[in-house]
């Protein structure tokens, strides 16, 4: 089982639509969670990070985590075409020195 | 955010040289930074964990006398890639991590190298 897990996808949702990209992660003693969106030949870039249960918001972006189900997910509402790139969940628990980035999910905002 | 150069942003090489890749922490100190490497399609790869005034660790399969890493300062860690060969080319990303609260991990713009 990987350490991270991620849909591939791609992911493809309409302009002005809620995106919805999932992660889950292993370690249960994982204590900080991260998105990163990454354009094709660029590095990631992050997003947004989040370290309790619930939903935290910026902007047009949720980020939402469940310990209890190891799981985190992102939501951006209003999709817009320059939202289209790859998105990279990253876990980090109190015991490892560097994160686990999971695949990353490829979205596609079609205008 | 925390801001990361690095240096240089694209470099073409002949097969059999080295070549050196800078990593800055621009506005903060970064005790630990991180390179990764990232094949076209595909996935990041962490490569080696730099640790300022320590021996980088390596991942396993990463050749520690083939990518040699330095860390000689609280803001600046460097790749080597020695003897390069065409099969190193790859887009070499490098991250730096804050310290003190919840760290966080913040990307460098890559390095693109591709061995001739």
């Known amino acids: 089982q990987k350490e991270v897990e991620q849909n591939s996808g791609p992911l493809s949702v309409p302009e002005g639509a809620i995106a919805s990209l999932n992660c889950t992660y292993s370690d249960r003693g994982s204590q900080s969670f991260f998105w990163y969106r990454q354009y094709s030949g660029k590095s990631p870039e992050l997003i947004m990070f989040i370290y309790s249960n619930g939903d935290k918001e910026d902007g047009r972006f949720t980020a939402q985590l469940n310990k209890a189900s190891q799981y985190v997910s992102l939501l951006i509402r209003d999709s817009q075409p320059s939202d289209s790139a790859t998105y990279l969940c990253?876990?980090?628990?109190?015991?490892?020195?560097?994160?686990?980035f999971g695949a990353g999910t490829r979205l596609t905002v079609k205008p | 955010g925390a801001v990361v150069s690095q240096h240089p942003s694209r470099v073409i090489c002949k097969s059999g040289t080295s070549v050196k890749i800078e990593c800055r922490s621009l506005d903060f100190q970064a005790t630990t930074m991180f390179w990764y490497r990232q094949f076209p399609k595909q996935s990041l790869m962490l490569m080696a964990t730099s640790n300022e005034g320590s021996k980088a660790t390596y991942e396993q399969g990463v050749e520690k006398d083939k990518f040699l890493i330095n860390h000689a300062s609280l803001t600046l860690s460097t790749l080597t890639v020695t003897s390069a060969h065409p099969e190193d080319s790859s887009f070499y990303i490098c991250?730096?991590?804050?310290?003190?609260?919840?760290?966080?991990?913040?990307f460098g713009p890559g390095t693109r190298l591709l061995v001739l």
């Open positions: 991250s730096a991590r804050t310290s003190g609260g919840w760290e966080t991990q913040y």
């Open positions: 990253a876990v980090k628990s109190s015991g490892n020195n560097d994160m686990r």
